[in-house]
């Protein structure tokens, strides 16, 4: 791999070539306090830069193990997934408009020839960029995976949303299954959407969890024929779940992985009396 890191992260190259300077010229110990003051200093600085620190890399000179994960993809692919999502959909509305009024809501895109293509492409592709985010959660920090189940679990229920669209005129029972798949996937959006705006401790994103309730209502109210507006609720409890989803769950999957001063300080130990 040579010095690539070092020309790909030129903050992080300057900072060991520090260090190491420092070791012709200190003992073990002052090194490793020298090592500690860096990681302290410097932490916040990488996740500017879309780097994150961890412990399990070695590089020549340094006592423990130190690496770098690129997380910046994560946040690319979760906006991939909600951008293919919406618009696609938002294709197959300007395709058939008739839908704004209708009981069946999204559903009702599966069932015409001019906007099936499209219908199955928005949910097939928002599945393969939310798995390319959990893919790279994991493949960053195995310490990741429940967020990235998060991901996974939701692609599995945008998988039997689509799959019973087109077996829910079969008969009714195969209809209740269809819808009760639908609002189980919302319920479910929507218990992430509070654990994430309480986990991410920042309540100035409330307005899009408010969004994504008046949304989730209008749909509840549909499904209750009371009014019939599914797709508009669908489609604003959507847009609130997505924006969330790529504001907020990028930054708690970054907090989660960013290792904690204890963690480093144990570990750079553990590597200098390895070395």
Request: hydrophobic residues 45%; proline residues 3%.
């Amino acid at each position: 791999m040579g010095n690539d890191w070092i020309t790909r992260y030129p903050d992080l190259g300057s900072i060991l070539e520090d260090l190491l300077k420092d070791v012709a010229s200190s003992d073990g110990r002052q090194f490793q306090a020298l090592t500690r003051r860096s990681f302290d200093l410097d932490r916040m600085k990488f996740m500017e830069r879309g780097v994150v620190c961890g412990l399990s890399r070695s590089f020549p000179g340094l006592p423990g193990k130190v690496i770098y994960s690129d997380m910046t993809g994560l946040k690319k692919y979760l906006w991939l997934s909600q951008v293919s999502l919406v618009g696609l959909l938002l294709v197959c509305l300007l395709l058939m408009p008739s839908v704004l009024t209708s009981s069946g809501g999204a559903s009702d895109f599966g069932d015409h020839a001019n906007t099936l293509v499209p219908y199955i492409l928005s949910f097939t592709l928002c599945m393969g960029f939310l798995l390319m985010g959990a893919a790279r959660q994991i493949e960053a920090d195995q310490g990741l995976r429940p967020r990235a189940g998060l991901l996974i679990v939701l692609c599995a229920f945008e998988l039997l949303v689509l799959l019973s669209t087109f077996v829910r005129h079969i008969n009714r029972t195969y209809s209740e299954i269809h819808d009760f798949l639908g609002v189980a996937m919302y319920v479910y959006e929507y218990a992430v959407s509070i654990w994430l705006v309480v986990r991410h401790g920042n309540f100035k994103t409330i307005p899009f969890l408010l969004v994504e309730s008046i949304g989730s209502s209008i749909g509840l109210l549909s499904l209750l024929n009371a009014v019939h507006f599914l797709f508009i609720g669908q489609a604003v409890g959507a847009i609130g779940f997505g924006l969330l989803l790529v504001t907020i769950y990028p930054e708690v999957a970054e907090r989660d992985h960013l290792p904690t001063r204890a963690n480093t300080d144990h570990n750079l130990d553990q590597g200098g009396r390895q070395e």
